[in-house]
């Protein structure tokens, strides 16, 4: 039996006011919240990854700081999603820039705007990588490590 996990980053992104910055996407034509996330691709590390996937997903520049946990969620159809998530800033919207076409749009949203959310979130992930991040929790990105 073969066994293939999906390897996945995404990013905890906050503004000075404490909201978090999501993404409304619409797999499977349901409207959902999640942090700027997706796979990591062939030739590229986890750093590059997170960082390309805030692009596409925001069309801002994300600079990682941290990263606050690896996470393992098995979804209710039977496939294994293995997260890493990373913190960090990011900057203004860049100009001429589209959203990945996944995306409906962008949000800034506090905690108590996640807890009375119009949408679900993506997967319970979401909201565990939000609250490791308000508690602190976090490894210092010298710990990854790229072997050739």
């Known amino acids: 039996m073969s066994w293939n ?6 990013a905890v992104i906050t503004d000075a006011d404490g909201r ?22 062939a030739d590229e590390n986890l750093i590059e990854a997170v960082c390309r996937e805030v692009r596409e ?3 801002r520049e ?10 393992q969620w098995v979804s209710p159809n039977g ?10 800033r990011v900057g203004n919207p860049l100009p001429d820039c589209q959203l990945d076409s996944d995306i409906i749009a962008t949000h800034w949203a ?21 609250q490791d991040h308000a508690a602190g929790k976090e490894i210092t990105l010298d710990m990854l ?4």
């Open 5 to 10: 996990p999906h390897v996945t980053v995404a």
């Open 20 to 41: 978090y910055l999501l993404v409304e996407e619409s797999p499977d034509g349901i409207p959902v919240f999640n942090q700027p996330a997706g796979h990591l691709e």
């Open 57 to 59: 997903e925001t069309c």
């Open 62 to 71: 994300f600079t990682p700081e941290a990263l606050i946990g690896i996470y």
């Open 79 to 88: 496939a294994t999603y293995l997260r890493f998530c990373f913190s960090g």
């Open 110 to 130: 506090s905690p108590a705007d996640l807890a009375n959310a119009t949408y679900p979130l993506r997967s319970p992930m979401v909201l565990q990588c939000i």
């Open 145 to 148: 490590h790229q072997v050739t």
